[in-house]
């Protein structure tokens, strides 16, 4: 697609509950990334997805989470067990090994907003 | 390790003001370092960008020196706009171009007309 996709934009969802966030991100790229952008903190680095190596998952919070990318191309982030501190911004970008493309950053979708209540 | 630090906000100016938000980063390698902006209920945005030292990023009047001395990179404009009214974000990536990005906390400005 011309641009990163994410669904739903806006989420809320009762504490202990499940969610799934997903990522649609730009065609042909190979490496994929997921954020978190709470108030006052930031943006936190969660996962990097790159073609087929074994993903970085060096900035999960806790085992609640988790994601995974299906043919190298859609990217599902779950949170399991749904705590009040789970609530914020989750973004996910995109990028390619284009030689101009990787040299202007990520392309970030719009995010989706979960609140848990 | 890496990490960015930036200038604590908010920031307020009136419109037609000179802007600087000061943004200093720690590598442990040479990294590319960015710019990105949010406008209210929008996306993050590509702003600027430099690849190496001495090298100055520049796009919509906005403009950064990567400065390796100084560590620094940090963001100026010579007059701003109420539509530049917006969370600034500093950023590294070092290594493998498709690497991740390290942000700075983000810098809140606000310009009045």
């Known amino acids: 697609g011309a641009g990163v996709s994410q669904s739903p934009s806006n989420k809320v969802t009762e504490k202990g509950k499940d969610v799934e966030l997903r990522c649609d991100p730009i065609s042909g790229h190979t490496a994929l990334y997921w954020y978190r952008q709470s108030l006052g903190q930031g943006l936190e680095f969660l996962i990097y997805?790159?073609?087929?190596?074994?993903?970085?998952k060096s900035g999960l919070p806790s085992d609640r989470f988790s994601a995974e990318r299906t043919g190298g191309s859609v990217s599902t982030l779950t949170i399991q067990r749904t705590q009040q501190e789970d609530s914020a911004v989750y973004l996910c970008?995109?990028?390619?090994?284009?030689?101009?493309?990787?040299?202007?950053?990520?392309?970030f979708g719009s995010g989706t907003r979960l609140t848990v209540v | 390790g890496n990490s960015v630090t930036q200038m604590e906000g908010p920031v307020t100016l009136s419109e037609e003001a000179f802007l600087t938000i000061n943004c200093t980063y720690t590598a442990t390698g040479y990294p590319s370092l960015f710019w990105y902006v949010q406008y209210p209920g929008e996306g993050l945005q590509l702003l600027l960008k430099?690849?190496?030292?001495?090298d100055k990023g520049s796009n919509k009047g906005f403009e950064a020196t990567y400065r390796k001395e100084t560590t620094s990179f940090h963001l100026e404009k010579g007059s701003v706009q109420v539509s530049d009214s917006a969370v600034y974000f500093c950023a590294l990536r070092e290594g493998s171009t498709l690497g991740r990005l390290y942000f700075g906390r983000g810098t809140q400005l606000t310009v009045w007309p």
């Open positions: 430099a690849t190496k030292a001495d």
């Open positions: 970008a995109s990028s390619s090994s284009g030689s101009r493309t990787n040299l202007y950053g990520y392309t």
């Open positions: 997805f790159q073609g087929n190596s074994a993903p970085d």
